[in-house]
C-alpha cells in the first residue's frame, strides 16, 4: 500500500484511510481476548506467556486515572520489548468522551505502531466515533512512515445508543475487525435488574442477553467483521465462564474476553470445534471439491456416507474448518476417493 492513499469518504463525507493492503489479516483468531492491566508491569510481563489468541493492555477502566500517563508508556515498552509470538497484539484506549483519548493513541501508536495490531475504542456510541479514530490513526501513520491502514479497530458496544447505531458503527471503517459486547455498562445504561456480570437477571424467564447479541452478530458478519463476547466477572467459576461462553459460541461469535489466566484454556476449548467437528468438515470440502471436478463426474451433489452434501453443506464445513485450522487443530481422517 502506499503511503498517501486516495481517501474514501462516508455517507455523510467524512474521509478515513484506504483499506488496508492483502496482507493484513482481519480475522485474527480471537477465541480467547485476555485483558490485561497497562499499569502493572508483573501482568503485562506474565500475558507474554499464556496461551491467549489476543492480549489487550488496557488503558480504561483497569487503569486508575493518575496511572494512565505512565501506563501508556509502559505498554510502549511491553509492545516493543516484549514476545507476543503467536498473539494479536491490542491497545484499549479511553473513550471519546474523556480527555485522555488522543494522547493514549497519539503515544502508543508512536512508540509502539509497528508492534500493535489494533486499536480497541470502548463506549463507542455512533459511527463518528470510529471515523474520528480512523483519521487520528491516518495521520500518524503518514507522519511516522508506517504503512497506512494497517492498525484495525476494534470498536466495544456498551450502552443502548451504541447498539440502536451498530450498523452503522460496523460500516465506519475499512480498518473494522471487531464489535465487542461490554456487558457491564451495558447493564447499567438499561437499568438491567442484576449486579452480576454475564449472568441472567432475576425475574426473566428467557436469555436477557440473546437481542443484544444475535444484533451484535448480525452487524459484525453483515460487514465481514468478527463478533467478540465480553467478561465474565466471576473469575474462579470456570464452569459458569463456560455456560455463558458457550451461549455465545453456539449463536457463531468468534471469542470471549478473559479476565484471569484460568479462563483462557476455558475460551480456547469453547471456541474451537470438538476434533469429530473439525474432521468432518474437512471431509465434507474434500468430498466435494471431488464431486464437482471433472474425474468426480462434475456433480453438484453427492454422498459423503450417509450424508447428501452440497453447496450450502460446504459453506457450512467451510465455518468450522476454518475455526480449526485458526486453532492449530490437525485433522484425523482422510478423504477416500469412492470406487465406481
Not at 464489535?179 to 457491564?184: K, L, N, S
Not at 451461549?247 to 479462563?263: E, I, N, S
Request: one cysteine or more; aromatic letters at 6%.
Amino acid at each position: 500500500m502506499t503511503a498517501h492513499p486516495s481517501p474514501a469518504t462516508t455517507p455523510g463525507g467524512s474521509h478515513f484511510a484506504a483499506a488496508p493492503s492483502d496482507a493484513v489479516n482481519r480475522l485474527r483468531p480471537r477465541r480467547s481476548c485476555l485483558a490485561v492491566p497497562g499499569s502493572n508491569p508483573r501482568f503485562l510481563e506474565k500475558a507474554q506467556g499464556l496461551p491467549a489468541d489476543q492480549v489487550f493492555l488496557d488503558l480504561e477502566d483497569a487503569c486508575a486515572p493518575l496511572a494512565k500517563e505512565g501506563a501508556r508508556h509502559s505498554i510502549v515498552d511491553a509492545l516493543n520489548n516484549g514476545d507476543w509470538t503467536g498473539k494479536t497484539r491490542v491497545v484499549r484506549v479511553n473513550d471519546w468522551t474523556t480527555h485522555w483519548t488522543y494522547r493514549d493513541v497519539v503515544t502508543v501508536v508512536e512508540g509502539a505502531g509497528p508492534n500493535l495490531d489494533c486499536i480497541m475504542l470502548p463506549k463507542v456510541q455512533d459511527a463518528q466515533q470510529v471515523v474520528a479514530l480512523d483519521l487520528l490513526l491516518t495521520q500518524i501513520e503518514k507522519t511516522m512512515g508506517f504503512e497506512v491502514g494497517r492498525i484495525g479497530i476494534e470498536a466495544q458496544i456498551e450502552n443502548a445508543k451504541g447498539l440502536v447505531n451498530v450498523d452503522a458503527i460496523a460500516a465506519a471503517s475499512p480498518r473494522m475487525e471487531t464489535i465487542v459486547f461490554g456487558p457491564a455498562d451495558f447493564m447499567a445504561s438499561i437499568n438491567m435488574k442484576s449486579l452480576v456480570v454475564g449472568e441472567q437477571p432475576p425475574g426473566y424467564p428467557a436469555d436477557a442477553y440473546h437481542y443484544i447479541l444475535m444484533r451484535i452478530l448480525m452487524a459484525a458478519r453483515a460487514h465481514d467483521l468478527q463478533a467478540i463476547d465480553g467478561p465474565y466477572l466471576q473469575i474462579k467459576n470456570v464452569d459458569g465462564y463456560k455456560e455463558v461462553a458457550r451461549r455465545a459460541a453456539a449463536l457463531g461469535f468468534d471469542g470471549k474476553w478473559v479476565l484471569h489466566p484460568g479462563q483462557v484454556e476455558a475460551a480456547n476449548e469453547v471456541f474451537s470445534p470438538t476434533q469429530e467437528d473439525y474432521d468432518h468438515a474437512e471431509l465434507i470440502l474434500d468430498a466435494y471439491d471431488w464431486c464437482t471436478s471433472e474425474a468426480g463426474g462434475k456433480k453438484g451433489s453427492a454422498m459423503l456416507g450417509d450424508e447428501m452434501i452440497d453447496e450450502a453443506s460446504r459453506k457450512m464445513a467451510l465455518v468450522i474448518a476454518g475455526k480449526g485450522r485458526a486453532a492449530g487443530m490437525t485433522r484425523t481422517s482422510k478423504f477416500e476417493i469412492p470406487e465406481a
